[in-house]
């Protein structure tokens, strides 16, 4: 890219305020603004109060960061400061970080930094230009801070919802959350929000009918059914119940809610449903995680069979965007995660070649870490309220598994400093294995929607910029490309 084109953009792209100025004075101002020497005048004049009184709280945010960030690198243009939150709030302040740090060879890794503290949750950030269309920023920015509930649900778009939810722009809790999800998941169609009762119910009905021709009680304990205990797979289902037996009670250790016996109950029971309708999936090792953060959010503190049975559809729908990560064998699962937090070509050490490089030569491969992390959407490795504030973003996300694989890359660069500063292979390994547990949430969550919104941005100029390897190769593949097409 151009530097004296960035320039002109970035700290010169005075011509917004003085739009604004000369839409607001006279003709003799208008002339008088015309002048080199007036422009620079205006240029060290520090920004009107009566601009500021019009930023929102977001806007203040986005102004602190880039006060602090002219104070460091060029304290002249600090008087440019209002002007470029007017012109770049927003889904704009993407753009002027890459141009920043273009202009000012700041490092990916800081950028994304810089960006995720002045996100806008009243912005699609993390949709493309055309996505971002159709008055979606309009339309966001009209519901503000608006609480989500039964009665306001079904007047939200499925677009305005899932940005709404995923960039934090409410913030769910018990008496919103699980209506929310089933929302997202289309387990309740947002058009036909005037019928959710009779969906629910009919839903309900079907669920404990299998529930009921597949599984007897007693004292609480599932047990198989007459039905399920004879004729060709009764073998099968014993193996199967004893099985998932073993895996909830290994489910959520620690947590007191997974040690009910109920609970416990009840995650067999839409396991076992579910590998009864689902023959050629049946059951995978962590499903169980998965079914038992539904089922948390659908039960709360009040256990019921309505609860269960809507967490059962609500994983039933999950699993069909999840069951390739089951299904696949562990060297394609292997390559997805190495495309993510390898050590080369891969996200981090696209965004952070130095701490690859650094776990690269330690002999530290971040995917054996990743693997456990990204098959089950981080159930295992964090505490089971981060794990729900986490899928609120997740399944808020029409690309799910690009969020959590960001928040994989997001987790390790939260981490960087002290892994940086270690050699040893053995400490490093222990504080990856630690680094999910570690730290703010929400600013891990904000790092990874910043990541996303970087990959996701129209790609000019080109950030971060491909490194000296990265343009030798391709170079090299061109030719040789080139080279034999003559043949």
């Known amino acids: 890219m151009d530097p004296e084109r960035t320039d002109q953009s970035v700290d010169n792209d005075a011509s917004f305020l003085f739009d604004s100025l000369l839409s607001e004075s006279d003709t003799n101002n208008e002339e008088a603004v015309s002048s080199g020497g007036e422009l620079q005048r205006l240029k060290c004049k520090e920004p009107a109060s009566a601009k500021l009184a019009e930023f929102s709280a977001e806007d203040v945010a986005f102004r602190d960061e880039l006060r602090s960030f002219y104070s460091r690198h060029n304290p002249a243009n600090m008087s440019n400061v209002d002007a470029l939150v007017s012109k770049h709030r927003g889904g704009g302040v993407s753009h002027l970080w890459v141009q920043l740090a273009m202009k000012y060879n700041i490092p990916a890794v800081h950028v994304l930094d810089f960006l995720a503290r002045t996100l806008y949750v009243t912005s699609p950030f993390q949709c493309g230009v055309a996505e971002s269309g159709n008055g979606l920023d309009d339309r966001l920015r009209a519901i503000g801070g608006a609480s989500l509930s039964a009665s306001n649900l079904g007047s939200f778009t499925g677009d305005v919802l899932r940005v709404h939810v995923c960039c934090g722009g409410v913030e769910l809790d018990s008496s919103n959350r699980p209506l929310v999800w089933k929302a997202l998941l289309g387990y309740l169609p947002l058009s036909q929000s005037t019928q959710w009762p009779s969906i629910e119910q009919e839903k309900r009905v079907v669920y404990q009918a299998h529930r009921l021709d597949l599984l007897d009680f007693d004292d609480g304990v599932a047990t198989l059914s007459s039905a399920a205990a004879s004729g060709d797979s009764a073998a099968q289902n014993k193996d199967l119940l004893e099985v998932l037996r073993i895996e909830a009670e290994n489910t959520g250790s620690g947590n007191p809610f997974f040690e009910k016996q109920s609970t416990r109950t009840s995650l067999v029971a839409i396991l076992f449903v579910y590998a009864h309708l689902n023959p050629s999936i049946r059951y995978v090792q962590g499903m169980s995680e998965v079914a ?30 999840m069951k390739d990560l089951f299904l696949q064998d562990i060297d394609q699962l292997t390559g997805t995660l190495h495309a993510l937090i390898g050590n080369t070509s891969s996200l981090l050490s696209k965004y952070d070649p130095d701490l690859a490089a650094h776990l690269s030569n330690c002999d530290l491969e971040p995917g054996i870490f990743g693997l456990r992390w990204f098959r089950v959407f981080f159930s295992q490795d964090l505490a089971l309220a981060d794990v729900v504030r986490l899928w609120d973003a997740v399944l808020a996300d029409p690309f799910r598994f690009r969020l959590v694989g960001h928040f994989c890359v997001a987790i390790i660069l939260s981490c960087r400093d002290e892994l940086l500063a270690t050699r040893n292979v053995v400490a490093l390994a222990s504080i990856m294995q630690g680094a999910p547990q570690r730290g703010d949430m929400p600013a891990h969550i904000k790092r990874a929607l910043a990541l996303y919104t970087l990959e996701r941005r129209e790609q000019s100029p080109t950030f971060p910029p491909p490194s000296t390897v990265d343009v030798l190769q391709e170079a090299a593949g061109a030719f040789i490309k080139g080279f034999f097409q003559r043949f």
């Not at 953060?293 to 699993?319: K, N, Q, R, T, Y």
């Open 292 to 321: 038992g953060v539904l089922l948390s959010v659908m039960m709360g503190d009040e256990p019921s069979l309505d609860a269960e049975a809507d967490a059962f559809w609500c994983f039933s729908l999950i699993l069909e965007d």
